[in-house]
Every structure is written in structure tokens, then in C-alpha cells.
């Protein structure tokens, strides 16, 4: 049993850390009513004298203690996220609220906080998945507000014990990506070249940038002399309203990147181009923008859900298969693995903030090395077979061998046998001679 001191909203908790009859860690905070500010050394000594006194078998089997609040559920989990709207981005707060209008159909208004079940969750998601048609990956999305909120209301001891506690994990599915390949990318290429998206899909598919990273892509951070372009700004729409941010989605995503001799052509008929416009425009033309690569004729910033509208009519207009704008990304990506490049790498390349997230979503790809793996367990039983063939044939020419030295060696017993035999009769002549002899 272990204790610390933990501070919320200004005041000073003892946390008990134990073990229940059943094995399981738990916690449980008492609120010492000590601010932050001062009282370090006397909210130690109430800890101290809490681990001292805590008995979790006698805490155990008190009955669960009656929770006195009339708080609608809904209404909980509403000011929970209203409350994180500081700490999150314009367009993760727009999504969490999405999630709490779906949550404020399915559960009764009438339905408390203390009231939640472990079984009012499961139905919840069964109707996301079920009802809704949602993969895990839209459940998610739901289970982190409804498990920190609910952890924070027990903590809070606003509920006696948390329903979420043992919920099942919500396991990821892997989804069939689509892509372009080699051959599709050169098609599309013929078509986006004469039209406004030619240098934004070009450099999607050559750079795998994500759609708000490359309208967010400035001409700052793009070296010409140095041949880099570097990834440190994105461009959300949020509601309609265009949501400029240097936060990406993880470290990883800011990245540095050698600039290829055909994007920086392209990249620099673009700067030439914009120069041209504001010519032709004068006061017309939108300065805001022009730190920015991808805006438009008049200097306007290019819309993110624009950009994959016309990619997906010029897709329908040409008869091109059907692929996401995103998916340039997965493209990109599928020409790594088909050139085996390391995943490390591709990892790198695509600002993927751990390597499982590039393992797991493009592993399936790398045919390349399930067919070195095939051929390597192939020549290995192969060797193995040839292996006990050339045994068994060396084991039977060397029982031969055997058989044949024996034979060669009973020939020369026997000769030295008969030589032996022929040895004794001359001796037994040449004594019997002489015994002839000396009786004369």
C-alpha cells in the first residue's frame, strides 16, 4: 500500500494506492480542504496518518456509500467537454461535441449520473455499431470523453464506484486502404496537371503529406538553396471556418525533407504564377494569404473540403477508380514498400508518430519480403531434403564399402590360411626326409 499527494483545482488530495480482496489495485482520494499554496507539509502529515489508519479490508466491506446529487448524465458529460475546450484544438473540440450530440439521443435525459451502469455503456456502443453502422475506430472517438469523464466523477466522489471500469477494450480494425499504384498515379497525373490541383496532388503523392498539412505548407519553409522542404503548419476547416495552427498532430509530424528536382520546378512556376496574379489583380488580390503556397487565383487560401471535392470530380469525370484524397497518402506510401524501403523510414517520411501505427496500417503491403521469407523456409527444406538424400546415399555407399572390405579381408584370411596349411606339409616332408634318411 503506497500513498502521494495529488493537486486538483487548488487543493491538496491524499491518494491511497491498494489492493481490494480480489487482487485489484485501486485508489481512493480523500480531499485534505488544504490549498496548494503553503500546505505541502501539513497535507503530507494527513497522508501519513491516512496510510497509517487505511485498513482496505475493513474499507472493502463498508457498503458503497450513498451518493447524494441529482446530476443528469448528459448534462455531466456536456460540461466535462466544455470544461477540456481550452486544452483542445478548435477542430478536436468541434468532433468531441459531434460525439456528445449522438450520446444526448441515445441516453434519457431523466437518466442520472449516479444511476450509470456498466450495461448503459454496452447498450450505447452496441447502438453506435449496430444501429449507427459505426466501426470501432467512430466508437472511440466516444470512449475517450465517456471514460476520463467517469473517472473524474469518481474521483470527485460524485458517483460510488466507475461503471467504465470494466468495459471491454475497444479493439482496432484494420480496414482495407485503397491506392493508386505506379501506373494509376501517372494516369491522374495527366488529368490534374490541367487543372488548379496539379502541383497540390503532385506533391500528395510524391511527399505523402496529409490535406492540412500541405494547405497549411508556407513558402518559409521551403529551401531553395538547400534543396528541404519542412512540415511545421496545417489548415483545418472547422465548422466553415478556416482554423490556421503550427500544433500538428504529434512531434513526429513536423518533419524536414529533401526537396525533388520535379516539385521544386513545379514549386517555382507556382511562385512565379502567384507573382503574375497579383500583377493582374492589384488591390483585388488577397494578401492574407500569401505566405502560403496553395491559394487560389485572387489569393485565397485553398478550402481543405474544396480540394477533395474537385479531386473526386475529376476522378468521376475521367473514370478513374475511386480513391479518397487521403489516399495519395497511402499511395505514397505503397510505392515505399514496393521499392523496399525500410519501414523505419517510411515511418519518418510520413511523420508517423510511433512505428506500429507504419507496421500495422502498411505491413500487408511488403509482398516483396513474404516472398524472400518464401523462398527462404523453400530452399531451406529443399537443402534439408537434398541434405538427407546425399546421407542416405553416402550411408549406403559406405555400408557397401563395409561389406566389400569384409570380403576382401576373409579372402586374405583365407590365403594366409592355405599358405599356413601349405607351409605345414613342407615341413613335414622335409622332417620326414630326414628321419628316412638317418635309418640308413
Known amino acids: 500500500m503506497t500513498g502521494a499527494l495529488k493537486v486538483k483545482r487548488g487543493y491538496y488530495y491524499a491518494v491511497i494506492n491498494y489492493k481490494d480482496n480480489y487482487g485489484k489495485y485501486k485508489q481512493k482520494w480523500f480531499n485534505t480542504g488544504l490549498k496548494e499554496r ?3 507539509k501539513e497535507a503530507q502529515r494527513i497522508l501519513d496518518e491516512k496510510l497509517n489508519t487505511f485498513q482496505p479490508d475493513l474499507f472493502e466491506a463498508q457498503p458503497e456509500p450513498l451518493v447524494k446529487n441529482d446530476i443528469i448524465f448528459m448534462d455531466y458529460v456536456e460540461d466535462y ?7 483542445l484544438s478548435p477542430a478536436v473540440y468541434v468532433s468531441y461535441m459531434r460525439c456528445v450530440d449522438i450520446m444526448k439521443k ?3 435525459y431523466s437518466l442520472k449520473l449516479k444511476d450509470v451502469t456498466y450495461h448503459h455503456l454496452l447498450d450505447f456502443y452496441d447502438y453506435l455499431k449496430n444501429e449507427r453502422g459505426n466501426k470501432n475506430v467512430t466508437i472511440k472517438h466516444h470512449a475517450v470523453i465517456l471514460s476520463p469523464a467517469l473517472r473524474q466523477a469518481y474521483r470527485d466522489d460524485l458517483i460510488a464506484k466507475n461503471p467504465y471500469e470494466f468495459m471491454p477494450p ?10 493508386y499504384n505506379k501506373d494509376e498515379l501517372e494516369e491522374l497525373f495527366k488529368f490534374t496537371d490541367n487543372s488548379p490541383l496539379k502541383l497540390i496532388v503532385r506533391v500528395a503523392a510524391y511527399y505523402g503529406f496529409r490535406r492540412s498539412e500541405l494547405i497549411g505548407l508556407k513558402w518559409e519553409a521551403i529551401d531553395f538553396e538547400q534543396k528541404m522542404i519542412t512540415i511545421q503548419h496545417k489548415v483545418l476547416n472547422v465548422e466553415g471556418v478556416l482554423y490556421l495552427s503550427d500544433t500538428l498532430k504529434t512531434t513526429s ?3 524536414t525533407l529533401p526537396l525533388l528536382p520535379e516539385i521544386e520546378e513545379l514549386l517555382l512556376e507556382r511562385k512565379a ?3 503574375h496574379n497579383k500583377f493582374i489583380f492589384g488591390s483585388s488580390y488577397n494578401t492574407k494569404y500569401q505566405d502560403y503556397v496553395f491559394v487560389d487565383d485572387i489569393g485565397d487560401l485553398f478550402n481543405p473540403d474544396q480540394v477533395s471535392d474537385r479531386f473526386n470530380n475529376i476522378l468521376k469525370k475521367n473514370n478513374l477508380r475511386h480513391i479518397r484524397f487521403h489516399d495519395l497518402r497511402h499511395s505514397c506510401a505503397s510505392l515505399l514498400v514496393a521499392s523496399k524501403i525500410p519501414m523505419k523510414n517510411i515511418q519518418e517520411w510520413l511523420g508517423h508518430s510511433n512505428f506500429s501505427t507504419t507496421a500495422d496500417v502498411y505491413s500487408h503491403l511488403d509482398y516483396t519480403t513474404k516472398y524472400e521469407s518464401a523462398n527462404a523456409i523453400n530452399q531451406a527444406l529443399t537443402q534439408n531434403k537434398e541434405k538427407k538424400q546425399v546421407d542416405e546415399e553416402n550411408k549406403q555407399k559406405t555400408k557397401q564399402e563395409l561389406e566389400d572390405e569384409i570380403s576382401r579381408l576373409q579372402e586374405l584370411i583365407k590365403e594366409q590360411e592355405e599358405q599356413e596349411r601349405i607351409e605345414k606339409e613342407r615341413e613335414e616332408k622335409c622332417k620326414q626326409k630326414k628321419r628316412e634318411q638317418a635309418e640308413m
Do not use: A, L
Not at 467537454?81 to 486544452?87: C, D, G, S, T
Not at 475497444?170 to 491506392?179: F, N, P, V, W
Open 253 to 255: 509530424s513536423h518533419r
Open 170 to 179: 475497444i479493439k482496432r480494425e484494420k480496414s482495407r486502404m485503397s491506392y
Open 273 to 275: 504564377q502567384i507573382e
Open 81 to 87: 467537454v466544455k470544461n477540456k475546450q481550452k486544452e
Open 106 to 108: 441515445f441516453f434519457k
Open 38 to 40: 503553503g500546505n505541502k
